[in-house]
């Protein structure tokens, strides 16, 4: 599948990851992709979706997880932490100085209403992401009944993360079987 | 007794692994291990730091890292960073390959629709569970509602809404 086998080193995807992680306001996978696709062309349109898609059902943030599989594609182990540093480095450093703005300024009552509505809208983008992903679930809506199960357990029985994924993979899996055939 | 940062990097990489829909999926444990388990910091706290990570720059996830940072400075941040990173970056490492070469597709489709499933499932109970504990007021819930209506109906970019979120609360509605 690597016809042209285009190669990149560690300091061009450290660089090109630094640069996406920097431009990700309000999430970073658009960024991503401008950068990737668009602007480097390091991945063709279809190659960066089948990626992403691999990227989204592994655990673990997306955009690392990301930064990992475009990293090793290009070279190996080493290109994949290349790219991880890169994509980090410079928002640990933004958000710890932040936080140390926190601590100084959290105090007034501007800052403090500033916050809980960056919050309140915060949740909004999470629970929205969730639905967003929930519509491609209706094309086959037995499948529902694992994402139900999924949350009767999260919310309603309070089980920890683990237990949530060990429960419902074997239903989630014994449907997910079944929709490939009815595909 | 063992020090905050190595049981902070012990439950946080062991979460990395089953996260998954990300980080979003880990914020309600990151919640109960930071505020309920351990008293690192109020809900308040976790709420604003929640906030801070959303409208910087860079991974969302990023609240791990002022977590991190607020238990044992900088070197926290670094720590709580690579506990969330590691676990599943070496897992992607290998799945990745394994999909790819993978000659049954049904197999392949099939581990992909399950974990699709529970991506969704765990995303959408972390956001109601989030917004249990981080909206204290009517109106949180009711900005909340917003952002999520906004961004199912139009095509706003998030940081937008972000600062909507923030000119509303700075002028004390919520």
């Known amino acids: 599948m690597d016809n042209h086998q285009k190669k990149l080193s560690p300091s061009e995807l450290f660089t090109g990851f630094c640069r996406i992680g920097l431009s990700g306001f309000g999430g970073v996978l658009p960024w991503a992709r401008r950068t990737i696709v668009e602007k480097e062309k390091w991945l063709s349109p279809e190659e960066f979706s089948a990626m992403l898609g691999i990227c989204q059902i592994a655990p673990g943030p997306n955009i690392m997880n990301l930064a990992v599989c475009v990293g090793s594609k290009f070279a190996g182990v080493r290109g994949a932490v290349a790219a991880v540093t890169g994509l980090m480095f410079a928002p640990i450093i933004i958000v710890v100085l932040l936080g140390m703005l926190y601590e100084c300024y959290s105090f007034m009552p501007a800052v403090q209403g500033l916050l809980r509505g960056i919050s309140a809208v915060g949740v909004g983008l999470i629970a929205s992401t969730g639905l967003k992903m929930l519509r491609t679930e209706f094309r086959y809506p037995p499948m529902l009944m694992a994402v139900a199960l999924t949350m009767i357990i999260a919310i309603y029985f309070h089980l920890a993360l683990g237990w949530v994924v060990l429960i419902t993979a074997p239903f989630a899996l014994l449907i997910a079987w079944r929709k490939t055939q009815h595909d | ?174």
């Open chain 2, 1 to 174: 007794m063992i020090s905050p940062l190595i049981s902070l990097f012990l439950k946080l990489s062991a979460f990395s692994l089953v996260a998954f829909g990300g980080i979003n999926a880990l914020l309600p444990v990151l919640l109960k291990i930071t505020v309920e388990q351990e008293h690192w910091i109020d809900v308040q706290t976790f709420s604003d730091f929640f906030a801070i990570a959303q409208a910087a720059p860079g991974p969302n996830g990023l609240i791990v890292a002022l977590i991190g940072w607020k238990v044992s400075g900088l070197l926290g941040a670094l720590v709580a960073t690579l506990a969330i990173c590691w676990p599943s970056s070496i897992m992607i490492f290998f799945l990745q390959r394994y999909l790819n070469n993978m000659q049954d597709l049904r197999a392949q489709r099939t581990i992909q629709f399950a974990a699709g499933s529970l991506a969704v499932g765990l995303v959408l109970s972390s956001s109601w569970e989030l917004a249990l504990q981080i909206d204290q007021s009517t109106a949180a819930y009711a900005l909340t509602a917003l952002a999520v209506a906004l961004t199912l109906f139009t095509r706003w970019h998030p940081l937008y809404l972000i600062a909507l979120g923030g000119l509303v609360g700075v002028l004390g509605f919520i």
